[in-house]
């Protein structure tokens, strides 16, 4: 990655722990982004507001306040990427977070190189306009107009449900999307908690775009959250 | 003679032992005993009490009551005393004995005058004695003060002799299960010379009191009744001694009485005087209520229940027989119970009916008793004419209109057949009558039955036979005739009435017998303590009509308040410390009882075996008969029986527990300490190798390497503690969720992908695998477990096989391995916490196996292990779950 292109993104870090804090400074600097930094809620808050950064990295397990608490707070009018961090590993937790607005989740603890795709991930969707009709991922394209995705240039036949999913996942590509957040999207929010259509049609479409539909290297489940869509 | 006749009863000494003990925990009882006031009982007490204080014993003066005697007075002094509480009665203040603060001070020795004392209202107690018990029972000894005549048993005798009714009465049991009796005895001339030089009462009060009770030949009475009474007390005690040492002697004993009770008055007296009997005779005693088909009205239920309180404090055995047969039931019971002595009252006789009846009654319990005497004691001229107001013909307790309507219903039934006498003849009738009367018994009581049987038998007469319209009878076959009908219609009456009484007690039996034979079902299902609960307040209510509340105990043995959350009955403060009291003492108290009668509701102790668990509270509307307070007892008996076990099984879990969380703590720190300390070691070491020197980057990156390594390790200790504890709280629920196998297995697979590396891993699923309801996070868990083992322990062989299928109801998976397997011996244990494989290469807590059972059987679900007959081990998970059914297109 050259450092330049990040030289201009601003990425504010709020988390109690000085050393995470260090590590993060440390890993997220030597890939030329620009660091501040928050130990508290409040601090956070006024840091946001001070230095308007292009991401934030939020610990759940702050001590003045709840972290999921902050981050309504901040989505009340921070609408650039948030991705949250948290030792809790409880997916009921990760899932209120990103169903209150967080773009991402890291659990602690994590590889850097983990960090580093899901900074970069976030960032790149908010540049990526969604206008963008042609999605590339390895040897899988998408033509999002004329609904037809191709593998190694041979058409897919897809279901238009089938299409509607592979088309969101591929959009929000690096990003995790909970169930709820899918059915809701594709089926409608009815369909919130019938989780069995979700699992069908992934099934589904992983042996019509996977080249190993038991070793899954597009779509990827996070366990009791939801799907990510590898860049 | 043989050694063996001198063997005392086990029974007995048993008995004797256990009344021992009991005593040693209790303070000792000693009594100041005098035939009347002015002997100079309290002078004694006090005097003695002196030499005690002399000996540097903790003495002290709980209540005195020195009638301005100069002599008492002056040894009041120097004895520290217990101040009297005072509290309001309605208008008037009252000052009484301050219970509490005696037994907060607890002295040795306690000095309380007057024991028959009668308390304010509003006190605990009605009674001082009971007072009294309750400082014995907490340890602390007690001198008193006591006159014969207060003696429960001899207030009769004394009422007699001197005119005077005695209502200040202790049961006689504290006076013979006292520990020291000091009688105080003067002459009746000396008496009479201390009250007459103004010693007892003023020179005013003395001329009265001579003339009323202090009169010569009184004093002489009541003086040989002391001492007689004390003179008893020695022989009985030199007899127990005997019979304890074996001493052959002169044996009284083997005497046993039976006193028979009724619900008269009379039988009041009776039991005082059997219970003198027994006492002289060195016999023990008991009573015997027979329940026939005898129906009590309200006043002999009120006199019943009197009669039994008595018995209960003459200290007399009191049992219940049902049974339409007096004479059988007094004589089986007391074959049975090797009784020597029976004691009945001579019943009154007011006329021929009863005298036949008494006459019966007589012969027949004479036949019966055979080698049993008996005694039967006169009535007495004064309780019959109370008594005779209180007559009513009990059998002829039916309502007015009961008579109204037989009588209207034979009328109807004679004018029908006077109608058709022409064609059928007037014999016939009788039957037709017969017929009606017998019917009419089923629906009515026995004096309507009667009136129905005359009235007929006197209108056939009339009417029907010839000559008709007069009561003459021409033929004598018609006499014999209506004298028969008259006979058999009363027979039938009578003797439906009899039975269908009967069968209302049977009935009422069969109900209770009923009620707690459901209770009991219920409380064999339930579990835990909530639910007892509320099995026993909606069966309390509808079995006994009743509101009630259960406090139950906390772990200090302190009744725990905190659960006020009824709204049905709510305890006032008050109500809180009398149901303490009642927890505390196992005796029940408050409305309807002899302690803290003021208060709104009743307690009952819930006693167990091995403690108290409660109390319960009740709204009692009216005092419970006999026979309801023992289905009452019966009832609560089983309700406390249910608890103790739930509480017992509690205590028990909580006990285990704690030595598992003692072993969990040490088998951690013995574990953890090593797995925490080796990979901080690495990770220090080759971080400070990385920092102090400067290596070339090969070996930069294998240090960093190791480093992640280590890293790697501690996060997977502390995940599996984590897991652990969250097993170990018990809050655990899956959340099931549908679920592709397919998913779950690879996503496994692909965390392990560094360990999986030197294997090959089939994965086998079959194609119509269908989805299944799982918690996709625990199962995850549980299978990257296994195979995470797999790959440690199966290290050099090639396979590792994953196996997924569905099969009626359940899910099962597979993890099988072609490694070394598992010693036979060790197949048991291996799912054990910490539980390592004997041999097994460093690294692992033993922990995995155990969190991987655990998440299985939160998942209700269960792990198998067994090994592989090629070698190698397998792993086998079932887990019930429902699969989608649907199609989805």
Redesign the interface.
Known sequence: MDQNANFQELILIIDDEVQIRRLLEITLSSEGYKITEAATGKEGLVAAATHNPSLIILDLGLPDVDGSELLKKLREWFHKPIIILSVRNLEADIIEALDNGADDFLAKPFRTGELLARVRSALRKRQVASEIPFLTFGSLTIDLPNHIARKNGEIIKLTSTEFSLLALLAQNSGRVLTHQSILKEIWGFGYIGQTQYLRVFVAQLRKKIEDDPSKPKLLLTESGIGYRFQE | MDNNDFRPDPDELLASLKLEEEKSKRGKLKIFFGMCAGVGKTYTMLKTAHAEKAKNNDIVIGYIETHNRKETNELVEGFEVIPRKNFQYKTAMVQEMDLDAIIARKPQIVIVDELAHTNAPGSRHSKRFQDVREILDSGINVYTTLNVQHLESRSDTVSQITGIIIRETIPDEIFETADEIEVIDLTPDELLQRMAEGKVYTQERSKEAVANFFRKGNITALREMALRLVADRVDKQLHDYMQLKRIKGPWKSGLHLLVAVSHTQQSARLLRWAKNLSYTMGGDLQAIYVETAYKLNSREKDQLNKNVTLARQLGIKLRFVTNSDMVKAIVDFAQKENITHIIIGKPRVRNLVNLLRLSNFLNKLIRYSGNIDLYILGSDIQTREKFKKNISFPSFTSKFHQYLVTSFIIIITALIFFLLTDYIGYQVVSFALLFVVSILAFFFGRGPILLAATLSAMIWDYFFIPPPYTLHVDRPEDMLMLIMFFIIALLNGVLTSRIKIQEMKIRVREERTNALYQLTKELSTATGVEEVLSIAKNDISKYFKLRSRILLRNESNQLDFSSQNDKEIHLSGNDLSVASWTFQHSAKAGKNTDTLPSCNFTFYPLKGNQMNLGVIAVQQVKIFTQGEEQFWEAFISQISGKLEREFLRNMARQAFLLTESDKLYKTLFNSISHELRIPVATIMGASDSLLSTHHPFEVQNELSQEIFKA?KRL?RLIENLLNMSRLESGRITP?L????I??LI??V??NLRDELAPFNLH?VIPDDMP?VKI???LM?QVLHNLLYNATQYALGSENLRVKAFFDNGFLTLQVMDRGPGFQRNELPLIFNKFYRVEGSKAGGTGLGLSIAKGFVEAHKGTIAVENRQNGGAKFTIKIPTEI?Q?E??
């Open positions: 890293s996060n959340l969720d549908w679920c592709d397919h998913d690879n996503k697979a692909e994965i989805f918690d996709f996070g995850e989608l649907e989805i297109n």
